[in-house]
């Protein structure tokens, strides 16, 4: 059985940076693409980026260029989301998800001062 | 970047009731359109893929239609379960982009 656990919760301060990891289990994590969606309290999904595998790239949605990469430790099958320059804006609950559709349980980060 | 136009915002409906979400893509997507379900708290559950297909385990009163750029999404009986937050996510393009969301409530 597929399972993607991520980190716990973080508080930061703003123009902090913080780094949420995925870690998969039940699947090699180069067999899947990973994506990074976020959620805003009250607010809807927002896809934050992910991995193509027809060019074998991370793309990242405009609106993160810049404060967003996104890795991948394939020795331990554990993805990661770094957010830099974090701003009140970007608290939120951050999930990890993938192709085929497996959704890590999420990850509240709050930014506050 | 497409944007998916998802409408009602919300919706209120009664036990029993037919209850329909569309979906409208900037340019065409062909198929590759998934509807989630999320209630308060919870990770979205994937219900249809490739805009028609029933994943497995999700009940039969929930179906997806269309192609191109219009997308429905039909609940043919609303149950009490039912109640949550809906969302369309086109994935022929990167970036990928949800709809805004349908919350949909019992009367």
């Known amino acids: 059985q597929v399972q993607l656990v991520q980190s716990g919760a973080e508080v930061k301060k703003p123009g902090a940076s913080v780094k949420v990891s995925c870690k998969v289990s039940g699947y090699i994590l180069i067999e899947l693409s990973m994506h990074w969606v976020r959620q805003a309290p009250g607010k809807g999904l927002e896809w934050m980026g992910g991995?193509?595998?027809?060019?074998?790239?991370?793309i990242y949605a405009q609106k993160f260029q810049g404060r967003v990469t996104m890795t991948e430790d394939k020795s331990t099958d554990t993805a990661y989301m770094e957010l830099s320059s974090l701003r009140s804006e970007d608290t939120a609950v951050y999930y990890c998800?993938?192709?085929?559709?497996?959704w890590g349980q999420g990850t509240l980060v709050t930014v506050s001062s | 970047d497409i944007q998916m136009t998802q409408s009602p915002s919300s919706l209120s409906a009664s036990v029993g009731d037919r209850v329909t979400i569309t979906c409208q893509a900037s340019?065409?997507?062909?198929?590759?359109l998934n509807w989630y379900k999320q209630k308060p708290g919870k990770v979205p559950k994937l219900l249809i893929y490739?805009?028609?297909n029933l994943e497995i385990g999700v009940p039969p009163r929930f179906s997806g239609s269309g192609s191109g750029t219009n997308f429905t999404f039909t609940i043919s009986s609303l149950q009490p379960e039912d109640i949550a937050t809906y969302y369309c996510l086109q994935y022929d393009n990167l970036p990928r982009t949800f709809g805004q969301g349908t919350k949909l409530e019992i009367k």
């Open positions: 998800a993938t192709d085929p559709d497996y």
């Open positions: 340019q065409d997507i062909s198929n590759s």
């Open positions: 991995f193509d595998p027809e060019d074998g790239e991370t």
């Open positions: 490739d805009a028609s």
